[in-house]
């Protein structure tokens, strides 16, 4: 049972111009959502994260907006630039419930073109 | 400042065999979580100590175990390896449980093949 969907794979886009990734998620439970890079052969570098009782995080290039009734996030990265290319993660938790356990979407790989 | 750092690198173990991956969490943090990722999925969590003291399991079997000593250092340790055991191993770091700051951050990871 696959909580947290990353539906796109893949995602290329032109250097300069905004990458959209999507992010949804089935557990009602989940009230803390977070974004991670990952590069081949590192570990998951954190990138932003967004609480449950918020609707948008900003944090320079990069802004996570939340929408709780349709269970959705997205990680828009602007201007995109081509060190942005990697595999990002969605990964949420039930913070409220104590569990800070991390449950991961399956990725997408963002490919920024010079 | 140093961030998590995780021994060894890589790992090649045959089938039946035990193996011990070890993490070092980013200093002044006090919880540890451990995730393992196999090829085209996202990481799985595995455990988490806190204080020393388990706080989550994942659905994993009992042949894998994990402790934390008193300098918040971990081990992760999986008996009877199987070839499906074959998956880069991840920690993470956190401040502390309750401390309004749940991001998690990750060491480089150790690659375990089993043969």
């Known amino acids: 049972d696959q909580q947290v969907k990353q539906n796109s794979p893949s995602l290329s886009v032109q250097e300069g111009r905004i990458s959209i990734l999507n992010c949804d998620y089935t557990n009602s439970m989940f009230d803390y959502f977070l974004w991670y890079k990952k590069y081949p052969a590192e570990g998951p570098t954190f990138l932003i994260s967004i609480s449950s009782i918020k609707d948008k995080n900003e944090d320079g290039r990069f802004t996570v907006f939340l929408n709780k009734s349709a269970k959705h996030l997205s990680l828009h990265i602007v201007p995109s630039q081509p060190g942005d290319s990697a595999v990002y993660f969605c990964?949420?938790?039930?913070?409220?419930?104590?569990?800070?356990?991390?449950?991961f979407g399956t990725g997408t790989r963002l490919t920024i073109i010079p | 400042d140093a961030g998590v750092t995780q021994s060894p690198t890589h790992l090649i173990k045959t089938r039946g065999q035990q193996v011990t991956l070890r993490c070092s969490p980013i200093s002044g943090h006090k919880s540890v979580s451990w995730y393992q990722q196999v090829l085209g999925q996202g990481p799985q969590f595995i455990f988490q100590y806190y204080e020393k003291e388990e706080r989550g399991r994942g659905n994993f079997p009992d042949r894998f175990s994990a402790r934390q000593f008193p300098n918040y250092s971990s081990e992760l340790n999986v008996n009877a390896l199987l070839l499906g055991d074959s998956a880069l191993y991840l920690c993470a770091s956190s401040l502390a449980i309750g401390d309004n700051s749940y991001e998690q951050y990750f060491g480089p990871g150790t690659r375990l093949t089993v043969t």
């Open positions: 990964a949420a938790s039930a913070i409220r419930f104590g569990n800070e356990k991390l449950t």
